[in-house]
């Protein structure tokens, strides 16, 4: 049963509630006061509450009934528990993926909105990734394409010999051993660029702007990139874990992974350059 209250429209208005919010505080001193840890592990601004705070206001105000996965206060029931557990609508949202880069005006952060029935990736149905300093939007449904504000977006269609955009997140924990050990594969790219947002640098890949993104993080999160996972899909782009298999995580916040995204020509050179040598 798919309920109408969490169309795409929905979606991309509670992006834009939050944009409005969201705003006039980037690259502000009073977004990056500190406060506790957030339920993802990392530590939670001012600015981060703020962007989530208006989100849980307006579900509750829109009375929906949800289960909210949400990057500081984790999982939350929105609205009737035992409805949400017969309806199994899930919101998976990251409130600003690139909170680092908003407190200090860095113009590359965004909001992260992804819809769910069921409790695997593969039950996203709708997703919504603004990018904050521009109020472009990234928007997919399921079987219905990806789009950048009103138009379709395809992934690239550049091979390794052509001028192919990487980002490369590792973490800096065996840095240099890590870059050393990838060597022989950042060789072939053209250009690495790190971002600083994961759910907009998948919406680069899948308008077709970058080729592929390789993090190796084991910290990052699901709220980063459930929504960017269908935009993603929906423009005909791949993304897998590290030893090449598909990617279908459970929705909770719990859930961290690395993951390899790129576009169709990428796929298999990644894979063979990548995951061979990573089991070696
Ligand atoms: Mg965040």
């Known amino acids: 049963m ?18 409005d919010t969201i705003y006039p505080l980037l690259g502000r001193k009073e977004a990056s006061v500190k406060s506790e840890r957030g339920a993802g592990g990392d530590m939670t601004m001012y600015i981060d509450q703020v962007a989530e705070e208006i989100i849980i206001q307006s579900l509750k105000k829109g009375k929906v009934n949800c289960l909210l996965i949400s990057e500081e206060i984790g999982e939350k029931y929105i609205g009737d528990e035992h409805q949400v557990k017969k309806n199994q609508q899930v919101l998976i949202i990251d409130p600003l993926d690139g909170s680092n880069n908003a407190v200090r005006g860095v113009p590359y952060c965004s909001v992260s909105i992804a819809y769910a029935i069921g409790n695997k990736m593969n039950d996203i149905l709708r997703a919504v990734v603004l990018n904050l300093n521009t109020k472009d939007i990234y928007w997919a449904e399921k079987g219905k394409g990806a789009y950048f504000n009103n138009a379709q977006i395809h992934v690239s269609d550049l091979d390794i010999t052509q001028k192919c ?35 907009l640098t998948l919406c680069q890949i899948a308008s077709g702007r970058m080729e592929a993104f390789i993090n190796l993080r084991e910290t990052n999160r699901l709220v980063d990139v459930a929504a960017g996972f ?40 990644l894979k063979t350059e990548l995951i061979n040598k990573n089991s070696k």
Do not use: H, W
Request: aromatic fraction near 12%.
């Open 2 to 19: 798919i309920s109408m209250e969490f169309t795409i429209d929905y979606l991309k208005k509670l992006a834009l509630k939050v944009y």
């Open 230 to 269: 269908l935009i993603l899909k929906e423009a005909g782009g791949k993304i897998f874990s590290l030893d090449g298999k598909e990617i279908n995580k459970d929705l909770s916040i719990e859930i961290k992974f690395p993951f390899i995204a790129c576009n169709v020509k990428l796929e298999s050179f």
């Open 165 to 199: 955009f990487f980002e490369l997140n590792l973490p800096m924990k065996n840095l240099m051993i890590n870059l050393q050990k990838l060597a022989p594969l950042i060789r072939r790219f053209y250009r690495i660029r790190i971002l600083g947002s994961s759910a």
